[in-house]
């Protein structure tokens, strides 16, 4: 059975029913719980900070890089959103099992749980990213002018785009770093990523003040999460 590491000190061996925290099937109920508390509480406050830096940012940006070359960059941004239905309730159920396999239930293993949901995730990008290319190529080429007529620009968007999509592949990490009861480590590296993303974003509209530049922070601020849980989890 193969082994995941949840922490560097800590190794969670899941045919033995031991997930996160919980070694030798024995885990510590209110221990788990308040940290779930904290993550959400976390995550409440987290999403509220990311809502209100994009409403701030947008008059910014939009000044900035023209609202033209903005609103195709934020059209981008929303068909990855829809990449992400792919996973069709596949990371919810790695972090059920995987819940029921740190109280005890050998029934799955989080391994287990973690290696389905990395093969449905590549082969849902199997269908989903070349769909991904084909709306995008087309919308940005029907929006070219918009881009200044910048064939440059245009491939680096749709190229920034597919990979916060690819990206779509790490959801089940997310799916195990919660099982573990360590919800509130995913908050606080969204939160880290926020942090990023909104001093990213105003170094590069005053700096570069090109909608590639911020394309870019926007990009590295998406997929900097997934590839830190990730590195946690293996």
């Not at 209100?52 to 609103?71: D, K, M, T, W």
């Amino acid at each position: 059975e193969a082994s995941l590491r949840i922490r560097p000190d800590t190794e969670t061996t899941c045919g033995g029913g031991m997930v996160g925290l919980a070694a030798n099937g024995e885990s510590d109920d209110s221990a788990a719980a308040g940290r779930t508390l904290h993550g959400i509480a976390y995550g409440v406050v987290v999403g509220a900070l990311s809502l209100l830096s994009g409403i701030l940012l947008l008059p910014i940006v939009a000044n900035q890089v023209g609202p033209g070359a903005y609103g195709v960059w934020l059209f981008l941004i929303s068909i990855t959103t829809y990449v992400g239905y792919g996973d069709l309730g596949v990371t919810s159920a790695i972090i059920h099992f995987g819940a029921r396999s740190r109280g005890g239930d050998g029934t799955y293993t989080l391994s287990a749980l973690l290696s389905a949901g990395l093969v449905w995730s590549m082969a849902s990008m199997v269908v989903v990213l070349p769909l991904y290319l084909w709306l995008a190529f087309a919308y940005t080429e029907a929006h070219l002018g918009d881009l200044g007529d910048s064939g440059t620009s245009q491939i680096a968007l749709v190229a920034l785009g597919a990979t916060i999509a690819f990206m779509a592949v790490v959801r089940p990490f997310f799916g195990a770093l919660v099982s573990a009861g360590l919800m509130v480590w995913t908050q606080r590296i969204a939160f880290l990523a926020l942090i990023f993303r909104v001093a990213g974003t105003l170094a590069a509209v005053y700096l570069f003040g090109t909608i590639t530049a911020v394309a870019i922070v926007e990009t590295v601020a998406t997929v900097m999460p997934g590839i830190v849980v990730m590195v946690l989890v293996l």
